[in-house]
């Protein structure tokens, strides 16, 4: 039991370490923090947060971090994006990096603009450097999303609220996050994996419950999380007999989406979610 701790849900005093610094990737950067199950709810949290000034020290330079030695950085792809907008709404992608998705949506006609924290990536035009918390617009958006940001969030309630403020009513918004009900975790138990699961830049690790929790109080959205299985059995075989990640991450064919199916309907876990909500009249 950790007595210093306070689960930011649902203000429970009892929660486990699940992860010491030494277990953290890139150790944490050597600052003297875990990972935290809340006893009550679940969730689990990185204890102590980070402060404003480490924050934005961490994020200065987000965009040129590695998550591994030889690390390519992947080009989001805008596949669970297009079933969501058509090219007559007006878009806001948060925290939006160099801007893989809003560069190839807007080569497609989409009327999109970004924000991100990092002045790196900013260019002033179609990325500007803004903190969603900093962020305000005199026009209303039809259509929010981020792509692995949320978890990034130390205060999920208060960007629950920035979309509400931005959204238009009948707006709708798009967050993919990362699951804690990884297969590699909770299926396969891999201690390689789980030591590199544990990210220092992400506050929250979040499960389906863990974000219906969140939304129960936002009355005025109406919400639908489901799981996701973006790798595959290649990468799986790797993590599980090399203990390692890599770029390789081959799609293959028919045998990979059985594989995915079965792990998210019927074992009801994947590595990520997908969470979709609408902005109530």
């Known amino acids: ?132 918390k900093d962020f305000s617009s005199d026009k209303k958006f039809d259509f929010i999303y981020a792509l692995h940001v949320f978890e990034h969030i130390q205060d999920p309630h208060l960007f629950i609220d920035f979309l509400m403020r931005n959204l238009s009513v009948g707006g709708k918004f798009l967050l993919v996050v990362p699951s804690v009900d990884d297969p590699l975790i909770r299926l396969y138990k891999s201690k390689a994996y789980n030591n590199f699961y544990w990210y220092p830049y992400h506050i929250f690790c979040y499960n389906k419950k863990n974000i219906e929790d969140l939304f129960e109080n936002h009355k005025d959205i109406s919400v639908e999380i489901k799981y996701s299985q973006r790798y595959g059995i290649f990468n799986h075989l790797r993590w599980l007999i090399l203990g390692r990640p890599g770029n390789f991450n081959p799609n293959i064919f028919g045998l990979d989406h059985i594989y995915k199916f079965v792990l998210t309907n019927f074992f009801g876990i994947g590595d990520t979610m997908i969470i979709t909500g609408e902005k109530q009249q």
């Open 1 to 132: 039991m950790n007595q210093e701790f306070k689960c930011y849900l649902c203000g429970c005093l009892d929660g486990i370490t699940v992860a010491e610094k030494n277990q953290i990737r890139f150790n944490c950067y050597n600052f003297e923090k875990r990972f935290v199950k809340c006893q009550q709810c679940n969730v689990i949290q990185l204890y102590p947060t980070w402060s404003k000034e480490e924050m934005d020290s961490l994020y200065n330079s987000y965009s040129t971090k590695l998550d591994f030695k030889g690390y390519k950085p992947k080009k989001n792809t805008c596949s669970e994006i297009g079933k969501h907008i058509s090219k007559n709404k007006a878009i806001l992608e948060v925290g939006c990096g160099n801007g893989f998705a809003l560069k190839e949506l807007r080569e497609n006609g989409y009327n999109i603009v970004g924000i991100d924290k990092d002045p790196s990536v900013c260019d002033g035009k179609i990325i500007l450097n803004y903190d969603f």
